[in-house]
């Protein structure tokens, strides 16, 4: 089966790099990440832009518009990503870089760091960001839920935060990353109400296979059980990993037994080829 990670970071902040030494340990590396996507018959993947101009900064009010994807080399042509937006640094010098930017074949969207940045999804801020994504056509992606910095502020990632959002700007597709978690009864309610509005099931867990095995024995994922049953919108999720949070084999093991067999293909693949449409031009399919 071929599988496409929506929701993966190369990036040169510190709290990545700290993750994978004392928490997931995975080889944070290009050649560590392509020997586990090999491993599991990963095709692609898109990469969520993020930088900070001095280490543990993240997030970082002074990270320029477009955040890029920081890793030395060329990228591999089967990575994609998406440009990551500070809202503090929307002027029209970034503006003109981030449109370059999405000019780019790699460039699969564009991502906007709720509760990272003290902003809500349907602030004014972003309508620069939502015209550049309607005249590209290129989906935005959010995050939602927890945030991975005690700096963070929840109201502001809030998964109902989006609802707005959706129904305002029905010509562009928009992808919850993490369903909102803790809150994805919330997060699958606004998917699935809104036929713009996608969801990536990455992030959900950070650590390694037993940290999974262990919190099986407990109620640790009847919440996202709950969400799934409810929203039964399996055309609108995708797999994603949020590596090197935890390692690629841990998460997809885990989602092959949370997702009924039938929706594999979409959930693990062609759901990505639908709402990335230029992963098309690399992988040569028609979605």
């Known amino acids: 089966m071929k599988i496409i990670d929506a929701h993966m970071h190369i990036s040169k902040i510190q709290s990545f790099k700290q993750t994978a030494e004392t928490l997931s340990f995975v080889d944070y590396s290009i050649d560590g990440l392509q020997k586990e996507y090999e491993a599991e018959g990963v095709v692609a993947a898109i990469a969520m832009g993020v930088t900070e101009t001095i280490p543990g900064a993240f997030p970082d009010p002074e990270a320029e518009t ?4 920081d890793f030395d080399g060329p990228v591999p042509n089967e990575f994609f990503y998406c440009p990551g937006i500070n809202p503090n640094k929307l002027n029209e010098q970034n503006l003109l870089l981030l449109e370059k930017s999405l000019q780019n074949p790699q460039t699969a969207g564009i991502k906007i760091y709720l509760g990272y940045y003290p902003y809500y999804a349907y602030d004014k801020v972003y309508g620069p960001i939502y015209e550049l994504a309607k005249a590209y056509r290129l989906p935005v992606v959010f995050h ?15 998964p109902l935060t989006l609802d707005e959002v959706a129904v305002e700007n029905r010509d562009i597709q928009f992808m919850m990353a993490h ?21 990536d099931l990455s992030g959900l867990i950070v650590g390694t296979a037993k940290d999974i095995s262990d919190k099986k024995q407990s109620r640790f994922f009847d919440h996202l059980l709950h969400a799934l049953s409810y929203c ?26 949370i997702i009924p067999d039938e929706h594999h293909e979409n959930f693990f693949y062609k759901n990505a080829l639908r709402l990335f449409p230029k992963l098309n031009m690399v992988l040569k399919e028609d979605s």
Not at 66 to 69: A, E, K, R
Not at 144 to 158: I, M, P
Not at 179 to 194: Q, S
């Open 144 to 158: 939602t839920g927890d945030t991975y910095s005690e700096r963070g502020l929840l109201k502001y990632s809030h």
């Open 232 to 257: 039964e919108h399996y055309e609108k999720l995708l797999f994603g990993t949020d590596w090197p949070l935890i390692g690629v084999k841990p998460f997809v093991d885990l989602y092959k037994d």
């Open 179 to 199: 369903l909102g978690d803790p809150w994805v009864l919330d997060g699958a309610e606004v998917v699935n109400k809104n036929d713009n509005m996608f969801a």
């Open 66 to 69: 477009p955040m890029g994807i």
